[in-house]
């Protein structure tokens, strides 16, 4: 079969395969998981392509990373599809399948070997593991920072093979013009500079590729050592063991030549630290001393591999765990000493075997624990980009260890074909796991033990799906299982808040601030429960931390202008909503608390606009119709005013207030008689709901209109 006949056959295979295996995921609806933080609850996301989207994708470290073209794709996702989760998830669809053709494609054109590439590509593409990466809509980055990754192999495949063989060629043809006729040295120096043009466009191609993979998930920091390894094996250009002796010798140049790279890995590494630490994901070394970061990082690197190979116990949380038995790590240190040892012994016959260990090791660094980030201990999606490692070392491996058996390929193809055949039963099963948020958690927690991140996520889930009591038990469970987790208490406390167990709420809420005095929401809902116990001081430390945490937050400077107005700061109270309406124009309780402090400084008019913009985002709140009648009755414009109060009452029949002020606004237009019964209701509901000054108030009217 013609070679590029066969590459067309085998990357539609792999389409349609992808395809068809993943598909059930366009039905899927959007999980708690992190999906309201990155889609349907961030108002720049949702607001779709905007150049204000675009500024902010670049400057903030929302939920503790910065990757902004990974924003920039999710507000793309939103202009096309809108809040569809359909589209969201086809799309990280597509850009799986991106990769796994790319994958296809460089591997063969690094190699040669047509099957052995595909068998690569075909693990990669259906294996369980990278479920989650695809899977779940906010994982974006996962599939968006690898298609850059492999972009980025791809250019610097083609700029080494201009760089060696082009060189050659040139260095040729100058030899050759020098022993010729003189006439000839222009043409072969035009070659020549042809050569450095195009060697210098694949070079910037590449680098240009690895920035964009940085700003999509900085986790491709380690890019530079896969360059590295692919000098080794396949590409040819680094000899083993490398060496440095000369300044001019290839070795130092291959080395010199990556220096862009790291720098540009440096920068992202830096700022990636900077922001999750800001943004209190970094556990200090006090709070996970290094001795349990290393053991936890062998045992992990262990899992992997055995999870790679058997694929069995997948789960969207694995909680981390300071009591790993001492045998265990000493037996993954030792086994993954061997496995090092082995493969580097074997590294002059058959590299592949050092380049793709070296590159599951290396390119899992980031993640692996050692700067700990999060409360998991490990996490399916981290090994999207290093299983490649493990599934180049296997399929190579194999290949070379069955080249003494006799019908080898018939072998190779049963052993292919049932591994790949078990990997798309697994997938598809794993794929089940995220039909919703309630089975997503359900199943974490069947597949793990004490695993109290997934019972606060079953508590999220069950409190959206209107079953309370059931969310507020894995609430507790939770914080029983880790009382020092913040989300968690954070969850519970909200929940009891919701309830009007105050005081419970508030204990639960100062434990997620006292664990964690960066997590803004927790802040936020600490202040409203002080704010409700009427502890307004205390409530405003809280509230104005909040806002200096999350100056984007339209619902902390809400929060913090609320309180305001009742420590009667209208000024800053005004500054307050201001800055929430201008964060977001649409929001309708802000535009309803600036227009009564608006009033409370007598600026009647524009108040009353306000509140007329809130009672058009929200017709059917009562207390804006109120508060609306108020400001035009002060307008002396009774009429509209009673329209307000009647239409207030029909919301809320039983709220005394209205009633009273209904009948004054009939009063002023001098209808008496249907004045009368609005104030018998007030005095009547506010003697029942003990509001004494109120119902003096309507006596007093009643005697008048008597």
């Known amino acids: 079969m013609n070679k590029r006949l066969a590459i067309f056959a085998i990357g539609s295979v792999l389409t349609l395969v992808t395809l068809l295996c993943y598909w059930p995921v366009t039905a899927h609806p959007f999980v708690s998981f992190d999906d309201h933080r990155y889609i349907y609850e961030n108002p720049h996301v949702k607001a779709g392509l905007t150049w204000a989207g ?15 073209l990974t924003w920039i794709s999710h507000m793309g996702d939103c202009q096309l599809y809108g809040l569809n989760p359909a589209g969201h998830h086809l799309t990280n669809l597509l850009f799986h399948l991106a990769n796994t053709l790319l994958l296809f494609l460089l591997l063969q054109r690094m190699t040669g070997p047509l099957w ?25 980055k996962d599939v968006l920072s690898t298609f850059f990754f492999m972009l980025t192999l791809l250019a610097y495949a083609k700029y080494a093979e201009k760089s060696e063989g082009g ?18 040295a222009p043409r072969n120096t035009n070659h020549a500079s042809r050569f450095t043009h195009h060697v210098s466009r694949y070079y910037l191609l590449s680098l240009s590729f690895f920035a964009l993979g940085l700003m999509s998930k900085p986790m491709v920091v380690t890019l530079p050592f896969v360059l590295l390894l692919l000098d080794f094996w396949p590409l040819q250009r680094l000899s083993f063991p490398p060496t440095l002796q000369h300044s001019n010798t290839p070795t130092l140049r291959l080395f010199l030549e990556k220096l862009p790279f790291f ?3 440096l920068a992202a590494s830096v700022v990636t630290y900077l922001v999750q630490r800001t943004g209190g994901a970094v556990s200090s070394l006090e709070a996970l001393p290094l001795q349990s970061r290393i053991a936890n990082a062998l045992v992990v690197y262990v899992r992997y591999l055995s999870q790679t190979l058997w694929p069995a116990g997948l789960a969207v949380l694995y909680p981390y765990s300071r009591h790993l038995a001492v045998g265990s790590v000493v037996a993954a240190a030792l086994l993954l000493a061997a496995l090092s040892s082995w493969f580097v012994l074997r590294a002059r016959r058959q590299p592949f075997l050092i380049v793709g260990w070296l590159w599951y090791l290396g390119t899992l660094v980031p993640t692996i624990g050692l700067v700990q980030v999060g409360s998991q201990s490990m996490a399916d999606r981290y090994t999207y980009i290093p299983s490649i490692g493990l599934f180049l070392l296997i399929v190579w491996g194999l290949d070379a260890l ?3 058996w006799p019908h080898k390929h018939y072998w190779l193809a049963a052993a292919g074909t049932l591994a790949l055949g078990g990997c798309l039963a697994c997938t598809w099963g794993q794929l089940k796991c995220w039909q919703d948020s309630e089975r997503l958690y359900r199943h974490a927690i069947a597949a793990t033990t004490d695993n109290y991140i997934a019972y ?17 038990a894995c609430y507790f469970e939770a914080v029983r299982l880790k009382p020092r987790y913040p989300e968690g208490q954070y969850d519970l406390g909200t929940a009891l808040m919701k309830k009007g167990r105050l005081e419970e709420a508030v204990r639960h809420l100062s434990a997620a601030v006292e664990s964690n ?15 409700e116990q009427g502890k307004l001081d205390e409530a405003a430390d809280h509230l104005s931390r909040a806002v200096q945490l999350t100056p984007d937050d339209p619902e902390a400077h809400y929060n913090l202008g609320t309180l305001r107005v009742l420590q009667a700061k209208l000024d800053q109270a005004i500054a307050s909503f201001s800055e929430a309406l201008r964060l977001k124009p649409d929001y309708g309780d802000a535009h309803g608390n600036l227009g009564v402090a608006l009033m409370r400084q007598g600026k009647l008019g524009e108040g009353a606009t306000h509140l007329v913009a809130a009672l058009r985002l929200n017709p059917n709140n009562p207390e804006a119709r109120y508060n609306l009648g108020l400001a035009l009755l002060e307008l002396n414009r009774p009429r509209e005013a009673a329209d307000q109060f009647a239409e207030a009452l029909r919301l809320n029949p039983d709220a005394p207030r209205p009633h009273y002020h209904l009948a004054l606004a009939l009063v002023r237009q001098d209808k008496p008689k249907e004045a009368l019964p609005q104030a018998q209701k007030a005095r009547d509901l506010a003697l029942a709901a ?6 003096a108030k309507a006596e007093e009217l009643l005697k008048q209109l008597r």
């Open 456 to 472: 606060d996520g079953l508590g999220s889930a069950l409190e959206a799906s209107g079953k309370p009591e059931e969310a507020l």
């Open 517 to 531: 005095p960066a997590f803004a929401h927790a802040q936020i809902n600490l202040g409203k429960a002080l704010l």
């Open 54 to 68: 675009v500024v902010w994708a670049f400057r903030t470290g929302y939920a503790g990373n910065w990757h902004p």
């Open 116 to 140: 052995r590439s595909a068998c690569v590509a075909a693990l990669f593409a259906w294996h369980p593991l990278h479920v989650e990466s695809v899977a779940w809509a906010s994982e974006r």
């Open 690 to 695: 003990n509001q004494p000054a109120l119902a």
């Open 167 to 184: 060189r050659k060629n040139a260095e040729g043809r100058m030899q050759n013009a020098e022993s010729s006729n003189t006439q000839h």
């Open 263 to 265: 720098a540009l890995a």
């Open 402 to 404: 069955s080249d003494c």
